[in-house]
């Protein structure tokens, strides 16, 4: 495979760094090499949060990125900040709960899902995030749903409860990126 | 009538304005700032005493309250 | 849980590692973008039996390790530029009175308050400059997490070995970044330490740990029994070449992080065509010169790169001196050269050698 | 956007042109902005923009600089007292001088700039803002925090036994003979957040006079994990029976400590 | 060389073993002397020789490590508690631990250092030297400078108005809740030196339970440009009224300000 | 007395000379061997309404500095090796914040506490690593009470010119001794400074003297301007060449007390037929390549002279490379190398050169 | 007969021990010791009544006292 | 002239600083160059104290000497750790009144003379160091009397009782080394 990474970018609590390090698991049970890193706290609060995950079956050099393969934007900040800065056809996964318009740039590949609503539909608001990942795994096959369902599983060992929910709420968005990208 | 004026791209819905009105007055809305919060704002403003309480405790100095003189 | 492929932070990775070699007592300050270490130890030691103190600030931190390393234990700190700035003074007092202790710094962008995002503008500080006096202690800088790992058990062995005070470097990239690591399955090293100061038994004279020497002859005395010693640190030189074999002709030179995403630009260059290679200190100090006395004969030119403005490159360019040409490329303040920035650096070096 | 004040209407409240108009970077109900803007408020009532020059620390307040709208420097972590003499000593003394400091920047490694500040008389005015933790590093334990309370490197509660107390800077600095004002206050309530101001303006009015401290005592919902609501409630419910909101000095109220002494450093009297 | 004991006397006084041989370096009739040998009396009379950690400070007493035969550790100015936190922290609980420091390294560089690890109730043992000067470096003025004494630095006399008043540390240290026991006494007579001596014997026995200080006021004739005789003269004159010879805090004597505090750190009760 | 020969010591005329540059504000801490500063300036400076005050310890002195320097007045403070190592992070703000503000560092025995006897063990911190980040300042290194005078006035000027702290560094030699010196007449340079925190008049912006950028791109942009800043400060070099005019055989390169006492041994050397002459970098930052450079071709040896083990060489080293050989000669812990030792350091070469 | 033991070699010449002496029974001689100072000297040792005060207050630990057991 | 140097030994109070200082000040006013060198604090006390003026019509070189042309010694502990580092046949002048021994090395210049009792007879038992002055200009010549005296009423110039005495106890050294050195 080449080398791919993914930005993954929201406000603080929407659980962007939850679903990095669940996909960075993901990758690495795989067999993969894998970094994962936060935009660590501007030590500022508010505004957005983002990390990126750079996945490859080579050793990774760098694991900042300024033109990412993908993004996946949980809110309109986020969505302003990284479609331009994507990789010709590059992919951006949309959350059309909070973000009320389409990808500007013409070239990019896109998954539209309205991972609020979903995820409230599965019972859990809170797993808007996992859906995000799921369009964002169904999208692009970096690695297997088993390898993150596992990953789910241990990420929330402690809270089977959650597990469940959010595995559901990942297979959903999973789901919902099998008609797209357009 | 008395009148509050929230500043809603400051508003960070901390809701300290919320829990200091005595009348009630105050509540979070639907909307969403450009920061992302869903900013308060005032129902029922003939309510208002102008007591000033709510811009006293908002921690962004997002508040302005102004009383309206008596007549005459 | 050696031997297990884990996913890591880097600053939790090398607190895991210190644990693993045998330091069970930490003393530091919180600082951005390392405090997870402190945070880690605050609770992974105490179950252990360990210490783990928050210091009332950095100057406090690095006394304290000097009285529980003179003491006789592994102990370690760790902090990020300014506040390892602040701990310039008692290093010093470490060096002088021969206290074996670890020091992380997590470098962040300076100068002053700078900010918290990853750099490397400390290496001056760390290899010339951390404390008054004629002294050097090891500096190993790491360019994994996996490697941070590795090197945090050699650190403290090199501090007992030498008695004297070891520094890891990373930036925070290295600090914040999490990825794979596996913990080696080896029973830390023990080391005898009869000078500790941990109650004078009735059959011997009482230990005394201790920089001052009022008489310039007995202090000169010590000074040269500590520079035989930084002398020998010199076997202690690490580095790595890496694609250098087949003679390239142009050699990057990077440390930490700066060198992976080097590695990454060296692959994609190879891919065109391009025959570059990489040199890469591990050891800052002692200076890995003699890994890179060979490369300088059969390569073309030089290209350092840091995530500062250029402090590396003035040990390159002292070493290579005018036998070959040696370039720099730097961002600062926090910006990460990216992999597009060295290509292009050196297919621009590439050009003009051709030109020349 | 604040409208224009109607001709039939007065003001109870508008926001002080002391204050930028920087949106403040701090989490949603962080006392640090009440205080910002009752600092602000005493330095417009009392007509001294022109002659204020402000100090801040590092802490989560380290871009104070961009919410004061006066000469500001930026001091290094705890030493603001220090950057704050050096400012007072040098500029004329109808300048108002004022360092604003967290407990992590003042209290612990701060903690030598600012005794020795206020034992030599430093005519400044410090506000300090106690909130029981180390906001900016994301919620490490402070020498305030309390017996118990879970930061993240007090994993498990601080514990006494290890740690200590709570230190309470205003009781140690009345034992210094100098202070002209030290005081404690909360911002935890309307009552508490109008007493303050008014201790900041007596600071204020005072700091010719001598040394003037102002302790808040402040929330951290982030910091403290709980909703800014429920912060208030747990600081009024845990801090203050250990911080005391008392006025420990003030001209007229001079605790036995402060008394000065003035020897004639005569070895005896029939000398 | 002193002489062997004949078979029918008594020793009122002999020189203790905890003591080198070595001669003091300290100017005629310096107290540090008496100090030293004080500590090493109650180390030898506890039988503690070999589980005494010492940490001597930067000041006059620099050398300390040359005089007491006890395992010991020379720290850097002011840091002598930090390093006796660092050694007590990782030694068997049974050691015990003392710093000696002079008042410039105690109560001005090393101001942080003395109150958070008094704050953090360390298991150490702080005897303080309070000889109102620099000593070492030749006479400079300390923080607990007497009001119009001439130092080199203060060559009009300590002006209270620039440089405040002395700085009392007992007092303050007694704000605090974990110190065991907190007392001064002086050197300036033998009823001094003998009371001194049972303050330092009861702060080593106390210091399993906590932090234990012990400042001793001292003389400095050669700072003070004065004889030794007519030093301790000065010293009961013109000190002993600022700095009372006094037991603040010991077990059974406990101020107000030492209770504990142990709140449940709910919001509210009906939580 | 301006004009006049005064037989004074080097620590009270560098104390004078800053007060006649302009300096009424100093804030220090007392150590050996330099306390004479402080003393000199608490008589001095009230009666000038300047501001003489005891800080509690070198951080918070440094840290004054700041205050006052950025509210725009001359400043300065002064120490010896320890001290100054605790002045590191604050320095570090001081370049970050661009404050101009003097220090001045009479080295001593190191590491650690190591003794009060003159030494020049800091010159590597000094030029390389005084704090954390990308930085630097100009370092005057004057050889004798006089020019110890003469720089005082020029490190005023270049702080503000540059808006950078300048650093004066010398052993205790210099410090303790006596010597005849006359002070310059002239006037201090005035400095506008429209930036100073002073109050916010209404005609003006607010200032504000910051070192923090959290935005990297930001903080790199303010750090590249410093560092166009520092590559102006090339051109304060400053040298001596001495008895270099007739290409000797063998230069010496020492810098202050040792380059007075290379400049007696080079008599004798030169009295008994040796061809020997000096070469005294005055700014050990920027080092003054400049004018070594025109000495490397002619000069058949290089002999480094330093009462340390070996800093200033490396600089020579790194410029000669191995275009001449570069020996060494050093004493530390407060030894001051002597004339005989320095001649018969100069034979040996001499004798090894024509033995070549 | 009660012994104070002065160690010569150690005294400083304070004269602490002389002004603590009820008996005003120590003084200054007229050696000079190694160290350059003047040490002092006990005079009319019958009448020393042990009591230690001189050696209590010397910084040097220079001197020793002992006291005759009463016979019998 | 060549160059020449004395360093200057006693116990602390002895007044041996002055008296270099003195000298210092004479030959900067007989326009030499001049250092003078304390031996400074051993940040311990007692012990002896000792300075080191060096005197030259060129540039000095060093401030500090190891093997100095002669030594003023005042005390016992003086002179056993300065005679042994004299340059050959360099200079000692002994104070008799506190050194009981004679020089110990048969190359060197010597000068006896009994300071304090001299100082002593002259009214002012602390012009001992005047008198030892004295006898090392005297002995060496290195600066006219005329401008020590000058110096030394310069010295004490708020004190000219002192300067009297001191003088006169200068001229007595002064006398005293006429007949020597042996
Ligand atoms: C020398 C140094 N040490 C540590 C830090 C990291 N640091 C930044 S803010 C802070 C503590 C802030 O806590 P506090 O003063 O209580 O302010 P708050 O954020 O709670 O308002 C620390 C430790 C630093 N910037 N510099
Ligand atoms: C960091 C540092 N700053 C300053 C000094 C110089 N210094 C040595 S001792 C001393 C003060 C000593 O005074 P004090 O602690 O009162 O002890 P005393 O000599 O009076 O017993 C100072 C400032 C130093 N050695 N290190
Ligand atoms: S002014 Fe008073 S009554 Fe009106 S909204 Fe605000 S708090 Fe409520
Ligand atoms: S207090 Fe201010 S910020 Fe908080 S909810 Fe009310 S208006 Fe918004
Ligand atoms: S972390 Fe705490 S102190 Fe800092 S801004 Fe947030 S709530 Fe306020
Ligand atoms: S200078 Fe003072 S404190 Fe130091 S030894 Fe002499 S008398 Fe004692
Ligand atoms: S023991 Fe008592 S009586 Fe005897 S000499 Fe000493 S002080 Fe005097
Ligand atoms: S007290 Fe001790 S040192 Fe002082 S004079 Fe008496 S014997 Fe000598
Ligand atoms: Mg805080
Ligand atoms: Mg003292």
């Keep these: 495979m080449a080398g791919t990474d993914v930005v993954m970018a929201g406000f603080g609590g929407q659980g962007l760094m939850a679903i990095g390090k669940i996909l960075a698991k993901a990758a690495m049970d795989e067999g993969l090499q894998v970094t994962w890193l936060p935009s660590y706290g501007p030590e500022m609060r508010g505004g957005t949060a983002n990390c990126v995950v750079v996945i490859d079956d080579q050793p990774i050099g760098s694991p900042v ?81 088993k390898a993150v369902e596992y990953a789910i599983a241990k990420t929330f060992e402690e809270k089977p409860k959650a597990a469940e929910s959010s595995v559901r709420a990942f297979r959903r968005g999973y789901a919902a990126a099998q008609g797209q990208p357009s | 009538m008395n009148r509050v004026v929230i500043d809603k791209d400051r508003c960070k819905a901390c809701e300290m304005c919320v829990s200091v009105c005595n009348k009630e007055l105050i509540e979070i809305s639907d909307e969403l700032n450009a920061k992302g919060y869903h900013p308060v704002e005032l129902h029922d403003p003939e309510q208002c005493t102008a007591c000033g309480l709510c811009a006293l405790v908002c921690p962004e100095g997002g508040i302005a309250v102004y009383k309206a003189k008596k007549a005459g | 849980m050696a031997g297990q ?30 405090t997870e270490i402190p945070e880690y130890m605050s609770v992974r030691l105490p179950p252990l039996g360990g210490t783990y103190l928050q210091a009332e600030s950095e100057v406090a931190a690095i006394n304290m390790l000097y009285g529980a390393g003179g003491a006789g234990v592994r102990v370690m700190t760790s902090s ?46 760390m290899t010339r400059g951390f404390g008054h006096g004629d002294m050097h202690a090891i500096v190993l800088a790491p360019s994994t997490v996996q490697e941070a790992v590795d090197v945090m ?24 970044m999490m990825e794979p690591v596996s913990f080696p399955d080896t029973e830390p090293k023990v080391f005898d330490k009869p000078w500790a100061t941990t109650g004078k038994a009735k059959s011997r004279p009482r230990n005394i740990t201790n920089s001052l020497y009022l008489d310039a002859d007995q202090l000169e005395a010590h000074v040269r029994d500590l520079d035989v010693k930084f002398q020998r640190m010199d076997v202690e030189q690490r580095a790595e070449c890496w694609m250098t074999d087949d003679h390239p002709e142009i050699v990057i030179v990077a440390y930490g992080t700066m060198a992976r995403i080097a590695k990454t630009a060296i692959r ?4 065109k065509g391009l025959s570059v290679g990489l040199y890469r ?31 590396l490159v003035q040990d390159i360019r002292a070493q290579v001196g005018r036998r070959r040409p040696v370039s720099f490329y730097g961002r600062a303040g926090g910006v990460v050269p990216t992999v597009e920035e060295i290509i292009s650096q050196v297919e621009l070096l590439h050009a003009s050698l051709a030109a020349a | ?106 209290a612990s490694i701060g903690m030598g700039e600012i005794l020795h500040a206020a034992n030599r008389g430093e005519k400044i005015t410090v506000i300090f803002l106690n909130n029981a933790i180390y906001g900016m590093t994301g919620g490490q334990m402070a020498p305030t925090t309390l017996p118990g309370q879970k930061t993240t490197t007090s994993p498990f509660g601080r514990d006494t036994a290890q740690t200590g107390h709570p230190i309470r800077m205003c009781e140690m600095l009345n034992t210094l003979v100098e202070p002209v004002l030290i005081a404690r206050g909360s911002l935890s309530s309307p009552k508490g957040i109008n007493r303050a101001k008014k201790l900041i303006r007596q600071a204020f009015e005072l700091q010719h006079q001598g040394f003037t401290f102002v302790e808040l005592l402040s929330t951290c919902p982030t910091g403290w994990g709980i909703t800014p609501t429920d912060a208030v409630k747990w600081l009024d419910r845990n801090m203050t029976p250990f911080f005391p909101l008392q006025v420990f000095r003030e001209p007229g109220a001079m605790p036995d400590a402060s008394h000065k002494y003035a020897p004639d450093l005569k070895v005896r009297d029939e000398a």
Tied chains: 1, 8.
Aim: glycine share 10%; charged share 20%; aromatic share 6%.
């Design chain 3, 80 to 125: 990020s530029s300014p506040g390892v700035a602040l701990m310039s003074e008692g290093f010093s007092y470490l060096v002088g009175a021969e206290v074996p202790a670890v020091i992380v710094n997590i470098m962040r962008g300076g100068p002053g308050l700078g900010n918290i995002a990853p750099a490397q503008g400390d290496y001056l500080e």
């Design chain 3, 5 to 34: 492929r884990l996913l890591m932070k880097g600053t939790e990775a090398i607190a895991e590692a210190a644990i693993r070699a045998g330091c069970h007592h930490f003393f530091g300050y919180p600082i951005t973008p390392q």
């Design chain 1, 65 to 145: 990125v300024r033109q990412a393969h993908a993004a996946i934007v949980m809110n309109k900040q986020s969505i302003d900040k990284f479609e331009p800065t994507l990789v010709d056809h590059g992919l951006l996964v949309i959350n059309t709960s909070l973000i009320d318009r389409r990808a500007e740039r013409g070239d990019l590949r896109t998954v539209y899902v309205a991972a609020n609503e979903v995820a409230e539909s599965e019972g859990s608001g809170k797993a808007a995030n996992m859906v995000m990942l799921g369009a964002y795994v169904g999208a692009t096959g970096i690695v297997s749903p």
């Design chain 3, 268 to 271: 994609q260059l190879r891919a």
């Design chain 4, 1 to 106: 956007m604040i409208e224009p004040l109607a001709t039939d209407e007065k003001v109870v409240f508008e926001r002080t042109e002391v204050l930028t108009d920087h949106a403040l970077h701090y989490c949603p109900g962080c006392t640090h902005g009440i205080a910002h803007r009752l600092i602000a408020e005493v330095i417009e009532e009392m007509d001294i923009q022109d002659r204020t020059i402000g100090v801040c620390p590092v802490g989560c307040s380290v871009l104070a600089y961009q919410y004061f709208d006066v000469d500001i420097q930026q001091a290094a972590h705890g030493r603001a007292p220090a950057v704050a003499t050096g400012i007072r000593r040098v500029l004329p003394p109808d300048r108002y001088v004022f360092t604003y400091q967290g407990d992590g920047d003042l």
């Design chain 3, 281 to 311: 200190p591990i050891t800052a100090w002692p200076f890995p010169s003699r890994a890179l006395e060979p490369l300088v004969e059969p390569t073309r030119a030089f290209l350092t790169v840091e995530m500062s403005l250029g402090q």
């Design chain 3, 153 to 176: 058990g050699l650190a403290f062995d090199l501090a007992d070995e030498y008695r004297n005070p070891v520094v890891v470097i990373g930036d925070g990239l290295l600090g914040q």
